[in-house]
């Protein structure tokens, strides 16, 4: 990587969140103008008189509510990811999402559109509801999908640009500085240049297809390693299998919440939520204690 890129990741990642949300409000808003000016532009054609003002506010309000519900969407993913391996099993949770992430989206919409007309002096009238969420629907839907893309999309690029995780091999000569069967250490890949983390600072892992995603420090990197392989070469005594898709790192864990269906949540010290099935949980307990 040439170090005019690397210089440039580098002072991206230290605003990467603003910047994130600036990208989402910036796309809104250009999409915003652009269909305002498209619907008052089909009025004008078809002959219906109207309030030069009833664009704009029909597609702001639009605007606003998906300014609330694209995070809410990228958080579900986040819980709920769409990757190779879990393709099949999670899609359907996502099908569902969009459908309820449409009927907030509609009835949010409708209602600051009454309230705004209402402020005016005039009515809204939504017409025919079940018609009117199926046909809001097939535009939410899409939009759904889209969201889902540009995440997934970029999530990729950044894995790419951020390291790249591999098991410390065997050298040509000598003996080996660790076993290889239990490395204690991994080779990270970043910015140029080559770091080595130690195992017990990955927080959890993740399968993502042909993939783990090792966590470190809050950060991403992916292994070329499947989960199977990769939970054969780790210390039993600090790593626990919890889910088809995660392992932890015991020593990272900070609460394990239970849920109603019999599965759990484990908040680790990071922060973030790792889901805990139903056949991994009493393992993970007797593990823990």
Not at 220 to 228: E, G, K, N, V
Not at 268 to 278: E, F, L, W
Request: aromatic share 10%.
């Amino acid at each position: 990587m040439p170090a005019e890129t690397r210089d440039l990741l580098q002072r991206y990642l230290r605003w990467r969140r603003p910047l994130e949300v600036a990208f989402w409000v910036v796309l809104l808003a250009v999409n915003t103008v652009f269909n305002t000016a498209v619907a008052a532009l089909d009025l004008q054609r078809m002959g219906h008189p109207f309030d030069p003002r009833e664009p704009a506010i029909w597609e702001w309000t639009s605007t606003a509510m998906w300014m609330l519900l694209i995070p809410a969407i990228i958080a579900f993913e986040r819980r709920v990811p769409l990757y190779f391996g879990v393709l099949r099993r999670h899609l359907p949770w996502h099908v569902i999402a969009s459908v309820v992430v449409s009927v907030i989206h509609v009835v949010g919409m409708y209602g600051m559109r009454m309230a705004i007309y209402a402020s005016q002096g005039t009515r809204y009238v939504v017409g025919n509801w079940p018609r009117e969420l199926f046909y809001e629907y097939l535009k939410d839907g899409r939009t759904y999908l889209l969201v889902l893309i540009i995440v997934l999309t970029y999530r990729l690029l950044l894995l790419r640009l951020q390291g790249e995780a591999r098991l410390l091999e065997e050298p040509d000569a000598g003996p080996a500085v660790e076993p290889v069967q239990r490395p204690g250490r991994f080779l990270v890949k970043k910015l140029g240049k080559e770091f080595l983390l130690p195992a017990r600072e990955i927080e959890w892992m993740q399968a993502m297809g042909n993939y783990v995603n090792l966590r470190v420090r809050s950060r991403d990197y992916p292994l070329r390693s499947t989960m199977a392989l990769i939970e054969t070469r780790l210390d039993p005594a600090r790593f626990v299998r919890v889910h088809r898709s995660y392992i932890v790192n015991l020593d990272q864990v900070d609460v394990i919440e239970p849920t109603e269906g019999g599965d759990a949540r484990i908040r680790m010290k990071d922060g973030s939520v790792v889901p805990c099935s139903r056949r991994y949980r009493e393992e993970l307990r007797a593990r823990a204690a």
